[in-house]
């Protein structure tokens, strides 16, 4: 839930707060949720709403990707830990700048590991609009890359 919640508000306080008030939600709810056939997916979803709500109630806040990422490297070589740095922060501000549908998508799939069905239970969008969410977003970084490297 942490990480659902920290990949939407980018803030750590700000996503333990938003999964505190994800667990006292679900508890308030417990006789529902004890009706529910995915628990996780219902929980991510609390969790993913709630974290929405606190985006929509805040001005736009920036920070620094150095405060939150911290790349782990095999090898000890600065050079090439400074190349991974400056992709991975390249990689991040193009995902960041994706419509919010597929940044979310994309990211419970490629980087949360979950199943286009548990996505879609998540979200609340069809399986279909999952994958084709999903496949616009891999395009997109496909095609930004592509054309950043002719």
């Known amino acids: 839930m942490y990480r659902i919640a920290f990949r939407i508000v980018r803030n750590q306080e700000e996503a333990r707060d938003v999964v505190q008030d994800s667990l006292v939600k679900i508890w308030n709810k417990w006789d529902t949720v004890q009706g529910v056939d995915n628990k996780e997916a219902y929980c991510m979803t609390i969790t993913r709403n709630m ?69 879609s239970e998540i979200t609340g969008y069809s399986l279909e609009k999952v994958k084709v969410y999903l496949f616009r977003a891999r395009m997109q970084i496909k095609e930004h890359f592509k054309t950043r490297i002719s």
């Open 51 to 119: 974290s929405i709500d606190l985006l929509r109630s805040r001005k736009v806040e920036t920070s620094d990707l150095d405060q939150h990422y911290d790349i782990q490297s095999n090898s000890a070589d600065p050079e090439r830990i400074a190349i991974a740095k400056d992709e991975y922060r390249t990689v991040r501000a193009f995902v960041d700048k994706m419509a919010e549908n597929h940044r979310t998508v994309l990211e419970l799939r490629d980087i949360e590991g979950y199943s286009y069905k548990e996505i």
